[in-house]
């Protein structure tokens, strides 16, 4: 029997509630020093929203909440209506390969090629060989590796390699895909490349949340702004782009 933990079923029991919401979210590494102090967000299906803020501003701490590597020492995250502090360690494996999760630095399998590394996460939530053989290939296509299949990892480019990562991230339809600094190790060309793939992924209905530290691309692309400032949620702008001081 195969176990699925499906996002898209929570959220049809309340169509109207947000599909990320945290409250009064507090979290300390050393007690009395938050890296995140009394957070309160909600993110709607279908929404894309930046998250940025300067070096130990929190917003890393923010994903990694939102991805259960960590609890929150105080309040609480629901995900489509769940609880995250309520999940025992196998729903907590579940919930994650339920999500879309593009890091900075690829985390691609080095001895398997282009197609084992995205049908893996195919194979993580035992999808049958069939649905495997059909979306692998239709995924590689649409981030433009459909000639790359064999290929190893070493034997691509950066920008390559990210977008191997981003077809292992949404080839099981994910309904939220976070993104944790995923063109920081690129260059303009290859990070414009990889915000177009998580556009159109986007508008296919898939809410992403990237947390970056790229100006020019938040400004460019006009989606909603999050700005972190010492763990404190200073800002949530949802015109578009950073806020600038003025001079």
Known sequence: MVLKYDLNKDL????????????GVSKEYKEGIPAVSNINLEIRKGEFVFIVG????????????????????????????KELGRLRRMGIAKYRRSLGIVFQDFRLLNDRTVYDNVAFAQRVIEAPAVEISRQVPKVLSLVGLTEKFRSYP??????????????????????ILLADEPTGNLDPKNSWEIMRLLEEAN?????????????????????????????????????????????
């Open 203 to 247: 508008r296919r209905g898939t809410t992403i949340v990237v947390v970056t530290h790229n100006k020019e691309i938040v400004d460019v692309m006009q989606k909603r702004v999050i700005t972190m400032n010492k763990g404190v949620l200073v800002s949530d702008n949802k015109k578009g782009g950073y806020l600038h001081e003025k001079s």
């Open 54 to 81: 300067n070096s130990g501003s929190g917003k890393s701490t923010l994903i990694k909440l939102m991805l259960r590597e960590i609890k929150p020492t105080d309040g609480k995250i629901f995900i489509a209506g």
């Open 12 to 23: 049809k029991k309340d169509m109207d509630a947000p599909v990320i919401l945290l409250q």
């Open 154 to 175: 070493k034997e691509l480019s950066g920008g390559e390699q990210q977008r191997v990562a981003l077809a292992r991230a949404l080839v099981n339809n994910p309904v």
